[in-house]
């Protein structure tokens, strides 16, 4: 079995920062990509930022320049350090991470989310 555990949400103000934390674990074999995605009320999930077990990154428009994803690869450990955030940010943010356990296949795995809320 595998689990996804963030940490690090909470109640900002506008301008302020934050930083998400994500440990896999369990029988794992690999990970490939991991990232974080985020869902406001009345939205669909949309993503917030990837990175690949080399280090390549990917953002969404709405985020760069303001928030940096980082791994540890030996930790199996994801980042998001969210600067500047705007009450737009606010959402229930989900670690994502394409695992390869140490018996099957691939699959994508999520965690249970956490919320962040940006006070305007």
């Known amino acids: 079995q595998v689990q996804l555990v963030e940490s690090g949400g909470g109640l900002v103000q506008a301008g302020g920062s934050l930083r998400l934390s994500c440990a896999a674990s369990?029988?794992?074999?690999?990970?490939?990509?991991m990232g974080w995605y985020r869902q406001a009320p009345g939205k669909q999930r949309e993503l917030v930022a990837d990175?690949?077990?080399?280090?390549?990154?990917n953002y969404a428009d709405s985020v760069k320049g303001r928030f940096t994803i980082s791994r540890d690869n030996a930790k199996n450990t994801v980042s998001l350090q969210m600067n500047s955030l705007k009450s737009e940010d606010t959402a229930v943010y989900y670690c994502?991470?394409?695992?390869?356990?140490?018996?099957?296949?691939?699959?994508?795995?999520w965690g249970q989310g956490t919320q962040v809320t940006v006070s305007s």
């Open positions: 994502t991470a394409q695992i390869t356990m140490k018996i099957g296949p691939q699959y994508r795995y």
């Open positions: 369990g029988s794992i074999f690999s990970i490939n990509d």
């Open positions: 990175i690949t077990s080399g280090g390549i990154t």
